[in-house]
C-alpha cells in the first residue's frame, strides 16, 4: 500500500508540471504581445506548475496595464488572458482662471495623468488632492474640484475635471505674538500680507497666499538677523480659516532671544594676488557693532566682486560665526576660497541678425585672452544696453570644457527695429498739428552708424534736416557726423511773442571719449538766420530789428562735456547723466553771444519696482563783444510738458508790453519723481508712469532771480513708446499759480519728438 500511494504522488506532480511549448496572449485591444512577453516571467521552454502561477500573474498586475490576468493551461501552451485598463485620450479641465491649463496639466502630469498614459481609477483621488493644495497655496479655499470619465471606443477614456476656483480669501486680521523689542504694528507693516486697505483692489496685498506668507516669515527673520537677534525663531504661523472659507486670520508666534554684538573679525584662507588689508577695507563691520547679516552679506559680495575684477571667477566666502551665548558676543571668521584664477578664451554674440559682430565687440571692456574680470564684464553689459538698437543684452559665462582656468563669455542680444521709414500725424498741446515724414536708421546697414532725414510740418514749425554720424569714425571711439538743416518757427504758435525765426546751416560734430563716462563733444558751423515780423509783433522786437537788422550770418560753436553713467539710455533705472553745453556765436557773426546751460539727471533704484530720479536744468546767456545781451530769438522759456507741467509751454517768466512773454536770459528748473509700476501691466519696458514735483521758472537776468517767483507743480505723467511714435500725458496741478499765469491741469503730445 505504501508503495502505491508514493507512485501516486508522483505521477500527480509529474502531471502539475509541464514545459512551456509556446505562449499565447489574449484580450489585448492597444498592447503588443511583445510588450506582456517583455514582463512575463517565463519563456517557452520552461518547466513551470501551477504553483508558479500567482507570482506570475503579481508580476503582470504590477506594470499597471491590466485590471484582470488570468492563466490556463491549453496542453503544453499557456495561456495567458487579459483584461486591459483603458488609455487617457483627453484631459480636458474647465473653469480655471487663476491657475493656466499648462501649468495644471504639468501637475497632473507629475502624478501619472496625463494623455497617452493608462488610466487609474484610484488616480483621480489624487487629481482632486493634488489641483486642491494648488488652489489652497493661493488662498482660494472656497474651491471646488468635480472630475468625469467619459468612456470612449478602443479602451480609452476622456476625464474632465471642472474646476470652480471661488474666491481668494482675505486676510482679516495678522496677529504677531511673542514680539518685545519692535510693536506689532512696526512688524506687520514690514510684511507683503496685509489687511485690506484703500489700494487693496490694485495690489491684492490682502490676499492670502501660503508663498507670500513664506516671504513674509523670511523678510521677519532677516529683520531680526539684521538688527542682532541671532537666536529669533518663528515658532508656529497658524491659520484660521471662516466657516465661508472667505476670510483669513494668520497668528505668527516669535522668539526674539537677546541681540548680539560682534566683538572680533578675521579673515582666513588664500587671497590670491590681492592683499588682505584691501580686502578687509570691504568688510564694513566694527568690534562692537550689534551683529548685522545684511553687513555680513554684503561684505561677501564685495570681497566676491574684488576677487572677480582679477581673474578668480568662481570665489568663494564663507562666514563662519563662533557665538558665544553667555556674553552675547560673536567672532567672525571670512573664509575666502579664490578657487583657480581663469581667463576669457572666446567673446560670442548670438541673436545679432542684423548687427555685425565688429559693432557689437568694439563696446567690450573685457578682451579675449585677459583674465576673466566681473568689472569689465558688467561694464561691457553696460555699453551695449546703452546702444538704441538692442532692447535687451543677457551675459553667461560657462566654463570651456576639460578646462578649469577657462571660461567663454555668451552675450545674447535682441535687437531693436533700427529703422523707420514713417509717415503720420501728430498732436501737441505746444506745437500744434505735426505732419510729419523721416527715414531713420540708428544702425544703418547693421555698421551702428546712425542716419537721418526729416520733414516735418507742424502749425507751429517747419523743420527740414540731414542728419548722420559715425560713432566710432576712429577705432578708439572718436566720432564724426554732420547735420545740414532748415528751420522756420512761429513763436506765436509756441505761446510766445508774435514772430517767425527762420534759420538754416549745418554743423560737424565731432566727439572725443575722454574716459569710461566723459564725452567732449565739438560742433563747429555755420547758421544763416532771418526774423519775419507781423503788425502784432512786440514793439520791443521791432525796436531791436531797427537797431541789429534782421538778418544774420552767425558762425557757431557747439561745445559740451558730458558724464553718462546710466544703465540705459531708454528708461534708465539708475546712474546719472551731467552735461554742460555751452552755445558760442563767435567773432565775426553778426550777432555776438554764449549760452551756457547745465543738465542733471539722476536715477536711484529704491526697489526693483520703484525708482526715484532727481534733475534739473540751470541756464544762462549773454552778449559779447559789440552785441548788447542775449539776442531775443535765443531766450530761455519755461513751462509745458518738458519743464514746468501744468503751466502753459512757454508762458513763465518776462513779458513783452503787450503781455506777450518774452523768456528770459537765465533760467532754472528742478524736478524729482518716483516712478512707479504700471498697473495690470508685467512687461512694462516701452511704458513709463511717474508721479512728479516741478519748480523753476525764467528770469530776464541772474540778478532778477526772486525764489518767491518760482513757479511749483505736482501730478502723474506718462510716456508711451508707441509703434506711431512717443505719446506723453500729464496731469498737473499748479501749486503757486499767480494772476496773469496760464495754467493746463492736463497736457499731452502724439507723435512730438521727445527729449
Given amino acids: 500500500m505504501l508503495s502505491v500511494g508514493l507512485w501516486g504522488a508522483l505521477s500527480s506532480a509529474q502531471a502539475a508540471e509541464f514545459v512551456v511549448q509556446d505562449i499565447q496572449v489574449d484580450g489585448l485591444q492597444r498592447l503588443s504581445a511583445g510588450t506582456v512577453f517583455n514582463y512575463l516571467p517565463v519563456q517557452a521552454g520552461a518547466t513551470i506548475s501551477e504553483k508558479d502561477y500567482p507570482e506570475i500573474i503579481r508580476t503582470l498586475f504590477k506594470t499597471g496595464f491590466f485590471t484582470d490576468v488570468n492563466l490556463e493551461r491549453n496542453g503544453n501552451v499557456l495561456v495567458v488572458t487579459v483584461t486591459e485598463r483603458p488609455a487617457i485620450s483627453e484631459v480636458r479641465i474647465q473653469g480655471n482662471q487663476d491657475i493656466s491649463t499648462d501649468d495644471l496639466k504639468k501637475a497632473l502630469t507629475q502624478i501619472g495623468l496625463a494623455e497617452g498614459r493608462v488610466f487609474d481609477r484610484s488616480l483621480l483621488d489624487k487629481v482632486e488632492q493634488e489641483l486642491l493644495q494648488q488652489y489652497y497655496s493661493r488662498g482660494r479655499y472656497a474651491v471646488q474640484i468635480k472630475s468625469q470619465v467619459q468612456p470612449l471606443e478602443r479602451n480609452r477614456v476622456a476625464i474632465t475635471i ?13 496677529n504677531i505674538v511673542g514680539n518685545k523689542a519692535f510693536t506689532e504694528k512696526e512688524l506687520v507693516g514690514l510684511l507683503q500680507s496685509s489687511t485690506s486697505g484703500w489700494f487693496s483692489f490694485f495690489t491684492k496685498d490682502d490676499q492670502y497666499a501660503k508663498q507670500k506668507l513664506a516671504a513674509d ?22 491659520v484660521s480659516i471662516t466657516p465661508d472659507k472667505q476670510d483669513v486670520y494668520i497668528t505668527i508666534n516669535v522668539t526674539e532671544g537677546e541681540p548680539f554684538t560682534i566683538e572680533n573679525i578675521q579673515l582666513a584662507g588664500d587671497f590670491g594676488i590681492v592683499a588682505e588689508t584691501e580686502l ?10 550689534t551683529f548685522s547679516r545684511a553687513k555680513i552679506t554684503e561684505a561677501t559680495k564685495k570681497i566676491g566682486e574684488r576677487l572677480g575684477q582679477e581673474g578668480y571667477a568662481f570665489a568663494n566666502i564663507n562666514t563662519v560665526p563662533q557665538i558665544n551665548d553667555e556674553s552675547r558676543k560673536v567672532d567672525l571668521t571670512f573664509v575666502v576660497d579664490p578657487g583657480r584664477r581663469v581667463y576669457v578664451r572666446r567673446i560670442n554674440f548670438q541673436g545679432n541678425t542684423k548687427t555685425q559682430d565688429e559693432v557689437l565687440r568694439r563696446e567690450m571692456r573685457q578682451a579675449e585672452g585677459a583674465w576673466y574680470s566681473t568689472k569689465d ?17 543677457n551675459v553667461e559665462t560657462p566654463a570651456v570644457p576639460g578646462t578649469n582656468d577657462q571660461v567663454d563669455v555668451n552675450y545674447t542680444v535682441v535687437e531693436r527695429p533700427s529703422g523707420s521709414l514713417m509717415f503720420g500725424v501728430g498732436y501737441g498741446q505746444d506745437s500744434g498739428v505735426l505732419l510729419n515724414a523721416s527715414v531713420t536708421q540708428n544702425n544703418f546697414l547693421g555698421t551702428g552708424n546712425q542716419l537721418s532725414v526729416v520733414l516735418n510740418n507742424s502749425t507751429a514749425s517747419d523743420n527740414y ?7 566710432y569714425y576712429t577705432v578708439d571711439g572718436v566720432s564724426l557726423g554732420f547735420r545740414l538743416y532748415y528751420q522756420s518757427i512761429d513763436s506765436e504758435e509756441l505761446n510766445s511773442a508774435n514772430y517767425v525765426r527762420n534759420a538754416a546751416g549745418f554743423q560737424v560734430n565731432l566727439g572725443f571719449p575722454l574716459n569710461e563716462f566723459d564725452t567732449l563733444r565739438l560742433s563747429p558751423g555755420y547758421q544763416h538766420l532771418w526774423i519775419d515780423t507781423t503788425t502784432s509783433t512786440p514793439v520791443e522786437i521791432i525796436d531791436y530789428l531797427e537797431e541789429n537788422g534782421d538778418t544774420y550770418d552767425q558762425i557757431t560753436l557747439d561745445a559740451s562735456w558730458a558724464r553718462d553713467s546710466r544703465n540705459r539710455t531708454i528708461f534708465p533705472t539708475e546712474g546719472s547723466l551731467n552735461q554742460v553745453v555751452g552755445q558760442f556765436a563767435l567773432p565775426g557773426s553778426t550777432a555776438e553771444f554764449y549760452k551756457l546751460t547745465y543738465r542733471t539727471s539722476n536715477y ?20 559779447y563783444g559789440g552785441t548788447d545781451g542775449l539776442p531775443f530769438f535765443e531766450n530761455f522759456y519755461a513751462g509745458g510738458l518738458r519743464s514746468v507741467r501744468g503751466y502753459k509751454a512757454n508762458t513763465l517768466g518776462p513779458r513783452y508790453s503787450n503781455d506777450e512773454p518774452s523768456g528770459g536770459a537765465f533760467k532754472t528748473i528742478a524736478s524729482t519723481q518716483f516712478i512707479l509700476p504700471m498697473p495690470f501691466m508685467d512687461k512694462s519696458e516701452n511704458v513709463r508712469v511717474a508721479a512728479f514735483f516741478d519748480v523753476g521758472n525764467v528770469f530776464a537776468t541772474p540778478s532778477d532771480f526772486e525764489a518767491n517767483e518760482l513757479r511749483y507743480s505736482a501730478g502723474l505723467s506718462g510716456l508711451w513708446l508707441s509703434p506711431l511714435g512717443p505719446i506723453v500725458l500729464s496731469v498737473a496741478a499748479p501749486l503757486n499759480d499767480q494772476s496773469g499765469d496760464e495754467t493746463e491741469v492736463f497736457q499731452f503730445s502724439f507723435g512730438v519728438p521727445f527729449n
Fill in 465 to 471: 534736416s540731414i542728419y548722420f554720424n559715425n560713432p
Fill in 377 to 393: 564684464l558688467d561694464r561691457s553689459k553696460t555699453r551695449l544696453q546703452r546702444l538704441d538698437y538692442l532692447e535687451s543684452v
Fill in 217 to 238: 516669515i523670511e523678510t521677519l527673520r532677516s529683520f531680526y538677523l539684521d538688527r542682532g537677534y541671532l537666536k529669533f525663531n518663528i515658532e508656529s504661523t497658524p
Fill in 280 to 289: 578687509r577695507q570691504l568688510i564694513n563691520i566694527q568690534p562692537g557693532e
Fill in 162 to 174: 471642472d474646476i470652480s476656483e471661488g474666491a481668494v480669501a482675505s486676510i482679516r486680521q495678522i
Fill in 604 to 623: 536711484y533704484p529704491l526697489a526693483r519696482w520703484l525708482t526715484w530720479s532727481l534733475g534739473g536744468e540751470v541756464g544762462y546767456g549773454d552778449g
